[in-house]
């Protein structure tokens, strides 16, 4: 059998497709002799203006089926209804996604009953450890932090200024503008750091060698991006430990002599601050950490004005 041959046959009835029945309707009348898909009886449908001889006639009114449809094309399929009370089903979460508070500024610890006193070792703080190049800021914070009972991170300012590989603006090459400006990068990164892990119940210690003859940049800096409850303390041994100690580092941690010393002198400034100050020359890092605790108590039930 052959086949017609010019216009394609009409889609099939969808609604809101823009079909009408009356413009197919088999008893319509269609100007120019062009019936739609469902001819009458016993006659066959014009398909265009040049239609083959011999066609067999349809019997009946059966519709003409549908072309098959473009290859990666899905016909629309029924709208299922849905009920005004009724909601449709959510589809669940797969992601694994964890919904976190966000961090804000880090409010004063709340002091508790006079009765009592404070117990720093179970207590959600934020600390900031100060102090010169070997006065043992790094590892006092590291065991404060293990041994607590509650959780707590630490946060050294050295280790996130050194995120940045190539690019490394040493201060032991020179302390200029490139340098200061990688300071106060890491120091805002820390910031943002310490407040979030607050903000989800997580402590913090940060330590960090603050300049008291710098407070903008220094502390001032720390309680703009931390938050007013932020806890100072200074550790400062004698200058004699601090030149021991750092004669046991290596890299670009160890500095020369008179570099150590400079800054020791520096740090004599928090001397009459008002900011609590540890003398650990003769103290071990658990003893340290004990006395650092102790400090904590006391600053909490009355914060330093900073």
Not at 26 to 49: D, E, I, K, L, S
Not at 235 to 246: A, S
Request: hydrophobic share 35%; with cysteine; proline share 16%.
């Amino acid at each position: 059998m052959q086949h017609a041959v010019g216009s394609p046959l009409p889609p099939p009835h969808q609604p809101g497709h823009g079909w009408t029945p009356a413009a197919h309707d088999p008893g319509a009348h269609h100007p120019g002799g062009h019936p739609g898909p469902a001819a009458h009886q016993g006659q066959v449908p014009q398909q265009g203006p040049a239609a083959h001889q011999g066609s067999a006639p349809h019997q009946g009114s059966a519709p003409v089926p549908p072309p098959p449809p473009a290859p990666g094309f899905a016909p629309p399929g029924p709208i299922p209804h849905t009920p005004h009370h009724v909601q449709p089903p959510q589809a669940p979460e797969t992601t694994g996604h964890v919904p976190l508070p966000p961090g804000g500024p880090v409010g004063m610890p709340s002091a508790p009953p006079a009765a009592s006193a404070p117990d720093a070792s179970t207590t959600t703080i934020a600390v900031l450890l100060i102090g010169p190049a070997g006065a043992g800021k790094t590892s006092v914070a590291k065991y404060w932090a293990d041994h607590r009972r509650v959780p707590t991170a630490h946060i050294s300012l050295d280790d996130v200024r050194e995120w940045v590989r190539s690019g490394f603006a040493d201060p032991q090459s020179g302390w200029n503008d490139n340098s200061e400006a990688q300071y106060r990068l890491a120091r805002r990164t820390c910031g943002f750091a310490a407040r979030n892990f607050l903000a989800n119940g997580i402590s913090c210690i940060l330590d960090d060698a603050v300049f008291p003859d710098r407070p903008v940049v220094g502390l001032g800096g720390w309680k703009r991006h931390v938050g007013p409850g932020l806890l100072p303390v200074v550790l400062l041994p004698g200058l004699e430990i601090v030149l021991e100690r750092n004669a046991e580092r290596a890299g670009n941690r160890r500095l020369t002599d008179e570099e150590v010393a400079r800054i020791h002198g520096r740090m004599a400034g928090w001397y009459g601050s008002g900011l609590p100050i540890i003398d650990n020359s003769q103290l071990d890092v658990p003893q340290t950490a004990r006395v650092l605790d102790d400090v904590l108590a006391r600053s909490i039930a009355s914060p330093p004005q900073w």
